[in-house]
């Protein structure tokens, strides 16, 4: 369906500003989806107060929409000729969502239980040497959603797996290592003040301290992230591709 080898500036900030552009062009779309996305979640803290399952199951089947959207939504724009209409981005993200919630799920495990290497005492972090690993692997499989939005050559079963597994060969490929570093980097930001954040709530005996420290955060950067993962996904495609390293 979409051509993953489409023309792109060469700089990391021109890379940055055109995914941004193309979240800002179906901001209702987009962010629409992302209020909803909160409320949805809000309902369920209120209904069902304590309940860690749905607490982690909610951000899941949001956030894989979402990210489905945004993928498909910014490839379409990125290509030539007419403009994709959003109801058509919308059937197509529908039809992609289950995979990319799976997928979601898959790379959430591995960030939750490797989290305390990042996150957690100076001793479960092997006093900050584990810290920037850590991150670097979860930005390099945090590709899987763009692929798993986008291959629709390749079986769902099969692309379960290969997702994850392509999105780590193509992120730590020499030629894309230090733009896939200051990704995950920025990337980890967020997870960083959500962290600090429901940290501080849960001492102060906030209720709801873990929906109030997480979702928001969410709400607003998934979308803007996911577009920029979007946009370097194909810059890493082009790069890996070239006749010479860039």
């Known amino acids: 369906m979409l051509d993953e080898r489409?023309?792109?500036?060469?700089?990391?900030g021109a890379l940055v500003s055109i995914a941004l552009r193309r979240y800002r062009r179906r901001l209702p779309l987009f962010f629409g989806t992302a209020f909803a996305g909160l409320l949805f979640e809000a309902g369920l803290a209120l209904a069902r107060p304590g309940d860690f399952g749905l607490f982690y199951?909610?951000?899941?089947?949001v956030d894989s929409l979402l990210a489905a959207l945004v993928t498909i939504g910014v490839v379409a724009d990125l290509r030539d000729g007419e403009r994709l209409?959003?109801?058509?981005v919308a059937t197509r993200a529908f039809g992609r969502w289950g995979i990319v919630a799976i997928v979601?799920?898959?790379?959430d495990i591995v960030t939750f239980t490797t989290s305390s290497a990042v996150f957690g005492p100076p001793e479960a972090t092997a006093y900050g040497l584990l810290s920037l690993p850590i991150v670097v692997l979860w930005g390099s499989i945090s590709f899987a959603s763009v692929i798993a939005a986008i291959?629709?050559?390749?079986?769902?079963?099969?692309?379960?797996?290969?997702s994850i597994g392509r999105s780590l060969s193509l992120a730590l490929a020499r030629q894309n290592f230090w733009r896939l570093t200051l990704l995950a980097l920025v990337a980890v930001v967020p997870m960083l003040i959500e962290t600090v954040l429901s940290d501080?709530?849960?001492?102060?005996?906030?209720?709801?301290?873990q929906f109030i420290g997480n979702i928001p955060i969410d709400a607003l950067v998934t979308g803007p992230l996911q577009a920029i993962f979007t946009v370097f996904y194909l810059d890493f495609v082009r790069r890996s591709t070239a006749p010479r390293g860039n």
């Not at 199951?57 to 089947?61: F, L, N, Q, R, S």
């Not at 209409?85 to 058509?88: G, I, M, T």
């Not at 291959?151 to 290969?162: A, I, N, Q, W, Y």
């Not at 501080?200 to 301290?209: C, N």
């Open 85 to 88: 209409p959003d109801r058509a």
């Open 6 to 12: 489409l023309p792109l500036p060469e700089s990391v």
């Open 151 to 162: 291959d629709e050559k390749t079986s769902p079963g099969r692309l379960v797996f290969s």
């Open 57 to 61: 199951a909610g951000p899941v089947v």
């Open 200 to 209: 501080q709530l849960e001492l102060r005996k906030v209720a709801a301290w």
């Open 104 to 107: 979601t799920t898959l790379v």
